[in-house]
């Protein structure tokens, strides 16, 4: 497979992930939603209930906003706030809807919060006020609004995504920097190699110039091979000492500048070759 291609698929898998995993199914909040709305119901009916009122009606639940949703009655009543937070929650931990809410009781006359508290998951967090006092009989709604909560769930999730997403972009960026090793090209048989107007027979260790035999030393072969094998590509100095001098004995400083210059000079008949110096880097035959 092609580095493009290669490319266009990890920007699909990328796309596709974060689709899956990032976006808010419309589904899903109207599945949330739905569910509120059985538990308030339910909430609504054990407080009457509570009131030992089995005839009158609990309203249809209403969603105000996102995360807000309003209980109301058909008649007035009046009861215990704490007996309305041991409801909610008993409804809310049977349906498991979230551990974080606040609740306000709200007056139809004037629209005034005549009580309201707040449950989070940690207890020094939860605000429970003016428990054991009755609310007197009036035409109340209860609203209740669920509060963004991060989870231990959302942080791995999130975690994990980022984990993903590090992975996948270092792959790219693997598969696009990656530098192909130095190569040295091994005819079969006795087959030379054209570089510009000279044929090139590594294994007899000499340059072809119209008939002209061109000796190389088996130094000046080695190199010769390497720069061959990768055209018009920046060589570093250290690998090509490391190619060529690695197992042959000892290395002295100028030997590679020295084996350069004798190249450089057996090619230097043809115009369309040239071994450049890349200074402080390396070489490169340029060949056109």
């Avoid at 092609?2 to 992930?17: D, G, H, P, T, Y």
């Avoid at 939603?33 to 089995?54: I, P």
């Avoid at 009580?115 to 609310?135: D, F, K, N, V, W």
């Avoid at 992975?167 to 130095?182: E, H």
Wanted: glycine share 2%; charged share 25%.
């Amino acid at each position: 497979m092609s580095k493009k291609n290669i490319f266009r698929v990890l920007l699909l898998a990328i796309a596709v992930f974060g689709f899956l995993n990032f976006s808010s199914p419309k589904n899903e909040n109207e599945d949330f939603s739905e569910k509120v709305k059985v538990a308030l119901r339910e909430v609504g009916n054990q407080l009457l209930l509570s009131q030992k009122d089995s005839s009158s009606l609990v309203l249809p639940v209403k969603e105000i906003d996102e995360n807000k949703f309003s209980l109301s009655f058909e008649k007035k009543l009046s009861f215990e706030p704490n007996t309305l937070v041991i409801i909610i929650r008993n409804v809310f931990q049977k349906t498991s809807l979230s551990k974080k809410y606040r609740v306000a009781v709200i007056r139809c006359s004037d629209n005034e919060v005549a009580y309201s508290y707040e449950i989070h998951e940690l207890e020094e967090q939860t605000i429970i006020p003016c428990a054991g006092r009755y609310l007197p009989e009036n035409c109340y709604s209860v609203r209740v609004n669920f509060l963004k909560e991060t989870n231990q769930t959302s942080i791995i999730k999130i975690i994990f995504y980022t984990l993903f997403l590090i992975a996948i972009l270092w792959l790219m960026y693997f598969v696009f920097t990656k530098k192909k090793p130095l190569q040295k090209i091994k005819p079969k048989n006795k087959n030379s190699i054209n570089i510009g107007s000279f044929q090139f027979y590594p294994e007899q260790n000499k340059l072809v110039k119209k008939a002209a035999e061109i000796p190389l030393s088996k130094k000046e072969c080695e190199l010769l091979e390497i720069f061959v094998a990768n055209p018009n590509q920046v060589i570093k100095r250290e690998e090509l000492t490391k190619k060529v001098w690695e197992d042959n004995g000892v290395f002295v400083g100028r030997s590679l500048d020295t084996y350069i210059s004798k190249l450089r000079k057996k090619l230097q008949e043809d115009k369309n070759i040239k071994l450049t110096n890349i200074h402080g880097v390396g070489y490169k035959l340029e060949v056109k």
